[in-house]
């Protein structure tokens, strides 16, 4: 049973940073393209970056330029790095697999709240 744990975000100013933290438990970690997700009220979840085994990565053109995604194979860890923060990134931030499949428990994600 592959288990998500997130954790790391909260409550920041506009222009703040997070930094959110996945840890995947019960799988094959390194082998897989993992992704950032986000959902906020009223709203699909979207993927907002996406990193492969080999460390290439992907973003959303809303996030491009001030989120970065890394990843540790040793400490099956995926991060969220979240610099210049705009309200509009308030949401519910949840990792998963990216690429076209899903592990199918989601975690219970971590919540992202952007305001002054």
């Known amino acids: 049973q592959v288990q998500l744990v997130e954790s790391g975000g909260g409550l920041v100013q506009p222009g703040g940073s997070l930094r959110l933290s996945c840890v995947v438990s019960?799988?094959?970690?390194?082998?897989?393209?993992m992704g950032w997700y986000r959902q906020a009220p009223g709203k699909q979840r979207e993927l907002v970056a996406a990193?492969?085994?080999?460390?290439?990565?992907n973003y959303a053109d809303s996030v491009r330029g001030r989120f970065t995604i890394s990843r540790d194979n040793v400490k099956n860890t995926v991060y969220l790095q979240m610099n210049s923060l705009k309200p509009e990134d308030t949401a519910v931030y949840y990792c998963n697999k990216a690429g076209g499949s899903y592990f199918p428990a989601w975690g219970q994600g971590t919540q992202v709240t952007v305001s002054s």
């Open positions: 019960g799988s094959f970690f390194s082998i897989h393209v």
């Open positions: 990193i492969t085994s080999g460390r290439i990565t």
